[in-house]
């Protein structure tokens, strides 16, 4: 092949490891980039901030499993992705943000916008490259698809100088990659899989720990039969909603701070741990001294840095999901073609009485809340009727707060990878780009984000982009006029002293925003209005409708474990009245007194 510039096979090579979309903004240090992208297969999708690019990049890659790709200029488009790099790479996902530098000569001496974004970059991914010459970046490039995407996926940084994208080279294609510091396990080891074998045949009330990697891996299929084979019980954390159906008579939803009792309460009582691909993560532990007391750990994770971080696992196991739960299932197999076992079917132990009483929680403490005809519209039947229309079919994203938690509770999530949100970063703004990138990513699907008045002005401007590229998401704002997640933990914890977190209904008028950015606007204000207005939402299909779904601002969410609480010290709802019937977590359980209401 003739001679081409740096950014010509900067693109060739990202044409060679099969990238089809990247969210990007052009600028000094990139523009170089920008030429050959012209006739590039590589399709652009011209953002408005930096932040929506790499948000945009996230919901890609969660909705397809394909790395999803950022691009932004040197400096302060650089900086700008940090937000969402750095929720990429808590929630495990494969990013490759590409970024202009300032030339080779004038690096280290405070040119117009340098910063060093391979230093900043650092903590919040998974790796970062500095391209310091042009025969490097089809071989670099490959490496940072290659890391992201492989063992514990996550984002990559790839920084590149101006004159290095100018400079001729001939391009080679990558060859192999050969990296001997960088050997993720993928094989769990069997000596491991068989001592968790043992472990659940010797336990009474088991629970597996469904996590984010079993979505990573591809591992749902597996899951659902490891739990109908054994009759375990499952719980799926806030990163693992949809890997098993929510319908299915094993799953028991979410645990965590805002999760459901049953939930909570099945991993607080249970004497055995079956975590595969979870973080152990403060939200879903709460008070970590007190979490699960009785229960025996098995811990399997891609990632050996998780296992025991946050809690000893009494079988740790290091490995990919998928790998992990096929040899676990063959090794149950095996062992019961020995030992049948007492359970009513002939195959293994018998936890009929453990899901008797999983069931009884489940029947006695479902999420609730009341909605009457002529009181104020509640967020939690706006979720509801819209996972009702839309038949659980849809994809949701969500961004961070009150309504991504009433969304987690509300949607009976059944497959996997239609759940988007920023699980452990908590990045507000993160809904409406990502939920752009999704639709890019899966066309033929209907997306809806969920979002928060607070959260969708933070990055509201891809509308724009939304409506000039004509990719048809539906957002619901749940607007209750205020920070609601903040005013929550003010009324209950600083004596309902308010500060600086009302919004307000009426700036901005969410209706002539959305119509101003080419969009349709729609608004909500009471229970009568809200299936007509969803029913509009779905059938636009050229362009973004933006519902304001107008909500009650003191609708708090529960069930709730305050921060640093034992799970133990569950509320359940907001008349903090006893419960009469004898329960199970002591004497910190509350219950809302009354069942949800439609008059």
Known sequence: MSEVTGAKALFL?????????IFGIPGGAILPAYDPLIDSTVKHILCRHEQGAAHAADGYAQASGKVGVCMATSGPGATNLITGLASSFMDSIPVVAITGQVPRPAMGYDAFQESDITGIAAPVTKHTFLVMEPDDIAQTIAEAFHIAGTGRPGPVLVDIPKDVLQAKVEYVPAGPIDLPGYQPTSKPNHRQI???????????????????????????EQLVQLAEMTGIPVVTTLMARGVMPDNHPLCLGMPGMHGNYTAVTALQR?????????RFDDRVTGKLSSFAPEAKVIHADIDPAEIGKNRK?????????KATLIELIKVIESRRSKDPGPSANGSGPDYSAWRDTVNDWKARYPYRYTQTQDGPLKPQYVVERLAALTDGNAIYCSGVGQHQMWASQFIPFRRPRTWINS?????????????????????????????GDGCFQMTCQELATMAVERIPVKIAIINNAYLGMVRQWQELFYDERYSEVEFGWDIPDYVKLAEAYGCIGLRVESMQEVDAAIEKARGVNDRPVVIDFRCDPQEMC???????????????GPEFEKDPVEHELGDHLYSQTEEMVID
């Open 13 to 21: 090579a990202l044409e060679a490891v099969g990238v089809e979309h």
């Open 194 to 220: 068989v001592e968790a074998a043992k472990l659940i045949a010797q336990s009474e009330r088991p629970v597996i720990y469904a996590g984010g990697g079993i979505i990573k891996a591809g591992a749902s």
């Open 270 to 278: 249970s004497d055995l741990l079956i975590g595969i691909g979870p």
């Open 313 to 321: 696992a009494d079988v740790p196991i290091v490995g990919d999901a």
């Open 423 to 451: 699980g452990g970063s908590g990045a507000m703004g993160f809904g409406v780009p990502a939920a752009m990138g999704a639709k890019v990513a899966r066309s033929g699907d209907e997306v809806w984000c969920i979002d």
């Open 558 to 572: 529960y069930p709730m474990v305050a921060a640093g609480s034992s799970n133990d010290d569950i509320i359940l």
